[in-house]
Nanobody
Framework: QVQLVESGGGLVQAGESLRLSCAAS????????MGWFRQAPGKEREFVAA????????YYADSMKGRFTISRDNAKNTIFLQMNSLKPEETAVYYC???????????????????WGQGTQVTVSS
């Protein structure tokens, strides 16, 4: 089992930045591809970013490209999401997740991920 705990959310103004963290326990995180998803009120969960188990490959939803950066520190069993130029419509609960078998075709799908954190709230004011 893998336990994931997100942190770093909060209230920011539009255009500002946040860095989210996701700390894992239970198993070595280096065995898993990792992803970030978000869910806004009244909307379905959507893919934000993913990173391969080694950190050698990263994927982003189109709207995040150029603004968000996913990274990982396997030695610390932690992944990060740097979010720049935040927009009010990106207010959501942000979740990290671990995938036992991530690939080019499934990295943006909920079903690819085996473990999920409880989420951290990000609120972007206008």
């Amino acid at each position: 089992q893998v336990q994931l705990v997100e942190s770093g959310g909060g209230l920011v103004q539009a255009g500002e930045s946040l860095r989210l963290s996701c700390a894992a326990s239970g198993r070595t995180l280096s065995r898993y591809g990792m992803g970030w998803f978000r869910q806004a009120p009244g909307k379905e969960r959507e893919f934000v970013a993913a990173i391969s188990s080694t950190g050698g490959r990263a994927y982003y939803a189109d709207s995040m490209k150029g603004r968000f950066t996913i990274s990982r520190d396997n030695a610390k069993n932690t992944i990060f999401l740097q979010m720049n130029s935040l927009k009010p419509e990106e207010t959501a609960v942000y979740y990290c997740a671990a995938a036992g078998s991530m690939n080019y075709y499934n990295y943006d799908r909920n079903s690819a991920y085996d473990y999920w954190g409880q989420g951290t709230q990000v609120t972007v004011s206008s």
